[in-house]
């Protein structure tokens, strides 16, 4: 089994930045990709971004793109999510997301995870 742990989340102004982290412990060896999807109150979760361990690939939701950043550290299991300019509307609780193996070319979704961490609270002020 995989365990991820993510930490950073809090409150943050409107046009500041904020880094999640997500530590992953257990049977890491192998994992094909690993991400990040939130959940505002009311409304289903969806996905953010994602990064392929091998090659570091990666993929993001438009209403992202150009503002937030996904990267790991390999040598520490340990993948980021560096949001620069957030909006009041990325407000959300985060949540790290593992995949095991390899399933297709296509964009990794929320049913397409293995692994899920418990979360972490973002507020964004304006």
């Known amino acids: 089994q995989v365990q991820l742990v993510e930490s950073g989340g809090g409150l943050v102004q409107a046009g500041g930045s904020l880094r999640l982290s997500c530590a992953a412990s257990?049977?890491?060896?192998?994992?094909?990709?690993m991400g990040w999807f939130r959940q505002a109150p009311g409304k289903e979760r969806e996905f953010v971004a994602t990064?392929?361990?091998?090659?570091?690939?990666?993929d993001y939701a438009d209403s992202v793109k150009g503002r937030f950043t996904i990267s790991t550290d390999n040598a520490k299991n340990t993948v980021y999510l560096q949001m620069n300019s957030p909006k009041p509307e990325d407000t959300a609780v985060y949540y790290c997301?593992?995949?095991?193996?390899?399933?297709?070319?296509?964009?990794?979704?929320?049913?397409?995870?293995?692994?899920w961490g418990k979360g972490t609270l973002v507020t964004v002020s304006s």
């Open positions: 997301a593992a995949k095991r193996f390899w399933s297709g070319p296509s964009r990794l979704t929320v049913s397409s995870m293995d692994y």
């Open positions: 990064i392929i361990r091998t090659g570091g690939s990666t």
């Open positions: 257990g049977r890491t060896f192998n994992m094909y990709a």
